[in-house]
């Protein structure tokens, strides 16, 4: 097997790049698992924009709340780990990029929305979740995980 | 290098391959310690601040109501606003309002209304007679009352209630157990008592009376009749109210100086300025009976009939319809009772103009904007009331003391005072920050404590959390009347009883008579008169 021709300066910043998103995932999945009362619904609720529909139906369904609330916890966790130690890091990374996807669809950064959930910073159309999903796709496009990561086990058997 | 690796042997690792395929994993080691870290301090410091403050940490239980037993049996006399939602909290919705709910449950999946009302416990109580001196109303009181399958349209209906022409007729019947009394307040005093004589048991909807001599009355009446009285303050079922309750007893916010209460409102509909019916004409209404207490009688007037609440002849004004809620929500957590003296203010300020938007008539007599002080002397608190009909301001409810301040409404959140004497401790070392509330408490959270976050925070005042899952919002109007209901077969005291209402009754006349009579009012409490 070959190593991926990133000089190392190249290699170890998108790696420690690649841990950090993957730190910041697990974090919030950690933390959502040891609160007991956490849901999303609150989160789903505050949904503004086109999609607001959706989420709001989401919420308002006992059952689909659940398996959400679900979805999210491990979801989280399981990428963020996945990133972290470059274990399917491919898999991670676009599982990453479609729950990204999922909270910028339901926050947008749009025109005349307002959130009750409070926000650190000012953003219009382009906000933390869209950069941080951006940012993944070029995790994704750059596989350091044959360098760096489990995979690297994977692959070389391959 | 890699080429060289291969060459050396492929399927076997060198130490140089290994280091780099698990070079991250330590990261989550300092994950787990630095989650460890943040966990442990966040303990300490709720559990010492838990073990300091001794707040219970249990939920109250929700005991549902007993409906068990024969059937009691109810006169409904007013069937307004006010008197639509107690029958449909009491179980019983008009079918075209009940369609209203099932279309726009049909229409959009998370409106829960309908679901809710079906879901709302029977009381085994049937609705044998009604009254009301609009034509149109009492016709729909009768649909509603046979509605006992909360059906919409087209559905079974059960039997037909009696309409009675006058309360008095509904009061003598047989098959009458118990009245709802949702009429203007002219006529609380009147009714009460005579229902307390024909001992029917009454759930009468606040301001307790018209006027001070009124309360005494009707505390007599009550009291010597022995029925089941409750006010409708439906707050005495809310929750956080409680925990407010207990926080006081544990002396969270030590000694209490300042109350601050409020309301506010802005649309026509706030202001009391309500729909004229198309069909209201002296043929349809019984104007006579309706201005039968008052000592000056009025032509017929549409406006006055629905927008009563606008005049003293018939109403309490913001004294009695709106600061008796803030003041029953104090009193069920203080007990603090009548108050030594009142002084009051206030004036029409925003709808004085005869005509805005659609309204179009006399101007009100009763003020728009309103400010009450009661004080308490004996305990060492002044309670501050204060509306607006024109502003939507909402600023809740605060009570303060020397070691810290609450703030409350549905949820509840404390605050050290950064001066306390109390915590001052506390505050030194760091485990009290004043700008972080030292108690939260948010109804259906399993937990309360202080490190609930901002977030829920925003979305529990907002009442976006914990009210669609598990699915079932209780109205806080219908665990009011259940209450009462219980009370009845069982022959108890409910929450809001007379004495409770003769307190808030007395409150209020003395801040009526107070802005009214641009004086300060006093109350004797040995000899229970003004003075």
Same mark, same amino acid.
């Given at each position: 097997?070959?190593?991926?021709?990133?000089?190392?300066?190249?290699?170890?910043?998108?790696?420690?790049?690649?841990?950090?998103?993957?730190?910041?995932?697990?974090?919030?999945?950690?933390?959502?698992?040891?609160?007991?009362?956490?849901?999303?619904? +609150?989160?789903?609720?505050?949904?503004? #924009? =086109?999609?607001? $529909?959706? @989420?709001?139906? *989401? %919420?308002?369904?006992?059952?689909?709340?659940?398996?959400?609330?679900?979805?999210?916890?491990? +979801?989280?966790?399981?990428?963020?780990? #996945? =990133?972290?130690? $470059?274990? @399917?890091?491919? *898999? %991670?990374?676009?599982?990453?990029?479609?729950?990204?996807?999922?909270?910028?669809?339901?926050?947008?950064?749009?025109?005349?929305?307002?959130?009750?959930?409070?926000?650190?910073?000012?953003?219009?159309?382009?906000?933390?979740?869209?950069?941080?999903?951006?940012?993944?796709?070029?995790?994704?496009?750059?596989?350091?995980?044959?360098?760096?990561?489990?995979?690297?086990?994977?692959?070389?058997?391959? | 290098?890699?080429?060289?690796?291969?060459?050396?042997?492929?399927?076997?690792?060198?130490?140089?391959?290994?280091?780099?395929?698990?070079?991250?994993?330590?990261?989550?080691?300092?994950?787990?310690?630095?989650?460890?870290?943040?966990?442990?301090?966040?303990?300490?410091?709720?559990?010492?601040?838990?073990?300091?403050?001794?707040?219970?940490?249990?939920?109250?239980?929700?005991?549902?109501?007993?409906?068990?037993?024969?059937?009691?049996?109810?006169?409904?006399?007013?069937?307004?606003?006010?008197?639509?939602?107690?029958?449909?909290?009491?179980?019983?919705?008009?079918?075209?309002?009940?369609?209203?709910?099932?279309?726009?449950?049909?229409?959009?999946?998370?409106?829960?209304?309908?679901?809710?009302?079906?879901?709302?416990?029977?009381?085994?109580?049937?609705?044998?007679?009604?009254?009301?001196?609009?034509?149109?109303?009492?016709?729909?009181?009768?649909?509603?009352?046979?509605?006992?399958?909360?059906?919409?349209?087209?559905?079974?209906?059960?039997?037909?209630?009696?309409?009675?022409?006058?309360?008095?007729?509904?009061?003598?019947?047989?098959?009458?157990?118990?009245?709802?009394?949702?009429?203007?307040?002219?006529?609380?005093?009147?009714?009460?008592?005579?229902?307390?004589?024909?001992?029917?048991?009454?759930?009468?909807?606040?301001?307790?009376?018209?006027?001070?001599?009124?309360?005494?009355?009707?505390?007599?009446?009550?009291?010597?009749?022995?029925?089941?009285?409750?006010?409708?303050?439906?707050?005495?079922?809310?929750?956080?109210?409680?925990?407010?309750?207990?926080?006081?007893?544990?002396?969270?916010?030590?000694?209490?100086?300042?109350?601050?209460?409020?309301?506010?409102?802005?649309?026509?509909?706030?202001?009391?300025?309500?729909?004229?019916?198309?069909?209201?004409?002296?043929?349809?209404?019984?104007?006579?009976?309706?201005?039968?207490?008052?000592?000056?009688?009025?032509?017929?007037?549409?406006?006055?009939?629905?927008?009563?609440?606008?005049?003293?002849?018939?109403?309490?004004?913001?004294?009695?319809?709106?600061?008796?809620?803030?003041?029953?929500?104090?009193?069920?957590?203080?007990?603090?009772?009548?108050?030594?003296?009142?002084?009051?203010?206030?004036?029409?300020?925003?709808?004085?103009?005869?005509?805005?938007?659609?309204?179009?008539?006399?101007?009100?007599?009763?003020?728009?904007?309103?400010?009450?002080?009661?004080?308490?002397?004996?305990?060492?608190?002044?309670?501050?009331?204060?509306?607006?009909?024109?502003?939507?301001?909402?600023?809740?409810?605060?009570?303060?003391?020397?070691?810290?301040?609450?703030?409350?409404?549905?949820?509840?959140?404390?605050?050290?005072?950064?001066?306390?004497?109390?915590?001052?401790?506390?505050?030194?070392?760091?485990?009290?920050?004043?700008?972080?509330?030292?108690?939260?408490?948010?109804?259906?959270?399993?937990?309360?404590?202080?490190?609930?976050?901002?977030?829920?925070?925003?979305?529990?005042?907002?009442?976006?959390?914990?009210?669609?899952?598990?699915?079932?919002?209780?109205?806080?109007?219908?665990?009011?009347?259940?209450?009462?209901?219980?009370?009845?077969?069982?022959?108890?005291?409910?929450?809001?009883?007379?004495?409770?209402?003769?307190?808030?009754?007395?409150?209020?006349?003395?801040?009526?008579?107070?802005?009214?009579?641009?004086?300060?009012?006093?109350?004797?409490?040995?000899?229970?008169?003004?003075?």
């Amino acid at each position: 097997m070959k190593d991926t021709d990133f000089s190392k300066w190249q290699l170890w910043s998108l790696v420690i790049l690649r841990v950090a998103i993957g730190w910041h995932f697990l974090y919030e999945g950690i933390i959502k698992i040891m609160n007991p009362n956490w849901s999303s619904i +609150g989160y789903l609720m505050d949904s503004r #924009g =086109l999609f607001a $529909g959706v @989420f709001h139906s *989401i %919420a308002g369904n006992p059952a689909l709340l659940n398996i959400m609330d679900f979805v999210n916890m491990w +979801g989280l966790i399981l990428i963020g780990a #996945g =990133l972290i130690v $470059g274990l @399917f890091t491919r *898999i %991670a990374s676009i599982a990453g990029m479609i729950l990204l996807a999922f909270y910028y669809l339901s926050h947008p950064a749009i025109i005349g929305v307002n959130y009750a959930m409070p926000t650190e910073g000012s953003y219009l159309w382009v906000n933390k979740n869209l950069i941080e999903l951006l940012t993944l796709w070029v995790i994704l496009l750059f596989p350091t995980w044959k360098t760096i990561g489990i995979d690297r086990f994977l692959f070389k058997k391959k | 290098m890699n080429d060289k690796e291969k060459n050396t042997g492929s399927s076997k690792m060198n130490r140089r391959d290994v280091l780099k395929g698990l070079a991250t994993v330590p990261v989550l080691g300092a994950m787990a310690y630095g989650t460890w870290r943040k966990t442990r301090q966040d303990h300490i410091r709720s559990h010492k601040l838990a073990k300091e403050l001794n707040m219970s940490s249990d939920e109250k239980e929700y005991t549902p109501f007993k409906h068990d037993g024969d059937a009691i049996r109810i006169g409904l006399i007013g069937y307004g606003i006010r008197g639509t939602q107690l029958m449909k909290a009491a179980g019983f919705a008009h079918p075209e309002a009940v369609q209203n709910l099932k279309d726009q449950a049909a229409e959009n999946s998370q409106d829960k209304r309908y679901a809710d009302f079906l879901e709302q416990d029977d009381l085994n109580i049937q609705v044998t007679g009604v009254c009301d001196l609009f034509d149109v109303h009492a016709q729909k009181a009768i649909e509603a009352a046979a509605n006992i399958g909360r059906e919409g349209k087209d559905g079974q209906m059960g039997p037909v209630p009696k309409r009675y022409r006058t309360y008095q007729e509904l009061l003598a019947a047989d098959d009458i157990d118990a009245v709802i009394i949702a009429t203007p307040d002219h006529w609380h005093a009147r009714m009460t008592i005579d229902a307390a004589l024909a001992g029917k048991h009454v759930y009468a909807e606040k301001g307790f009376t018209l006027t001070m001599d009124e309360n005494y009355a009707v505390r007599d009446a009550v009291k010597q009749s022995g029925i089941v009285y409750q006010l409708g303050h439906q707050g005495r079922q809310t929750e956080s109210y409680i925990k407010a309750k207990e926080a006081i007893e544990k002396q969270l916010i030590g000694k209490i100086n300042l109350i601050e209460v409020c309301t506010n409102r802005n649309s026509a509909n706030g202001a009391w300025v309500y729909d004229i019916h198309p069909d209201a004409n002296p043929n349809t209404v019984d104007w006579e009976q309706f201005e039968a207490p008052c000592e000056v009688k009025h032509p017929w007037s549409p406006e006055r009939f629905f927008r009563w609440r606008c005049w003293w002849d018939y109403g309490t004004g913001l004294s009695g319809d709106l600061l008796t809620h803030e003041f029953d929500a104090i009193n069920q957590i203080l007990g603090m009772g009548i108050p030594t003296s009142a002084s009051a203010s206030g004036g029409v300020y925003f709808w004085k103009d005869k005509k805005r938007g659609d309204y179009v008539n006399e101007i009100r007599e009763v003020p728009d904007v309103w400010n009450t002080v009661l004080e308490y002397p004996d305990l060492d608190f002044s309670l501050l009331y204060s509306a607006s009909l024109a502003s939507n301001n909402n600023r809740g409810k605060t009570i303060m003391g020397h070691d810290g301040y609450m703030e409350f409404g549905n949820t509840l959140t404390i605050y050290a005072d950064r001066q306390s004497t109390r915590y001052e401790e506390q505050i030194k070392s760091g485990l009290i920050d004043p700008e972080l509330p030292i108690y939260t408490y948010i109804p259906g959270r399993k937990n309360a404590d202080a490190v609930a976050t901002a977030t829920e925070q925003y979305f529990a005042a907002r009442g976006l959390l914990y009210t669609y899952r598990g699915g079932r919002r209780v109205d806080t109007t219908h665990l009011h009347i259940a209450e009462w209901i219980q009370c009845i077969r069982e022959n108890k005291q409910p929450s809001c009883n007379i004495d409770q209402a003769f307190e808030e009754g007395v409150a209020a006349s003395m801040g009526i008579m107070a802005q009214r009579e641009n004086r300060t009012i006093f109350w004797d409490k040995d000899k229970e008169q003004v003075v």
